[in-house]
């Protein structure tokens, strides 16, 4: 029978194409049954990557909720450290004042010294006077 197959493979033109097409279609019906077991697992690791961005997407929210609190804690500080700089600059008038009051209040007591120590100087030299009269001097 082999033998007889073979022959006919070899003399019959039809036959030799039928076998063909019989071999060839089994082993394309093989070739898409791995195929279609390859695009499963295939299907199969899509779905693990389309996991694992979900689960990234989700850390990524997370993100970007503790970067809007962060910029939030930001406001504060600089509204805080804005605050600050008003009361320092409040301050630094108020040491401005001070300085210049206290200028003026030394003008004013240098100012009395010298009317206060002519007036002392006139007050020294009576008593002095009145002192050396009084001893007989």
Known sequence: MKEEILDLLEKDKKFRYAVAG???LAE??????????????????????WEEVKALRQGQEKLWEGQEKLWEKYDQ????????????RGLRRG???????????????????????M???????VFVEKLLVERGV
């Open 77 to 88: 500080l600089a509204k805080g450290q804005e605050k600050l700089w008003e009361e320092v």
């Open 22 to 24: 019989y071999l060839g």
């Open 28 to 49: 394309i019906l093989e070739r898409m049954d791995r195929h279609e077991e390859n695009m499963e697992k295939l299907w199969e690791e899509q779905n693990k990557v």
């Open 95 to 117: 040491q401005d004042e001070l300085r210049k009051g206290q200028s003026d209040l030394y003008l004013g007591l240098k100012q009395l010294g010298k009317v206060v120590g």
């Open 119 to 125: 007036t002392l100087d006139y007050y020294t030299a």
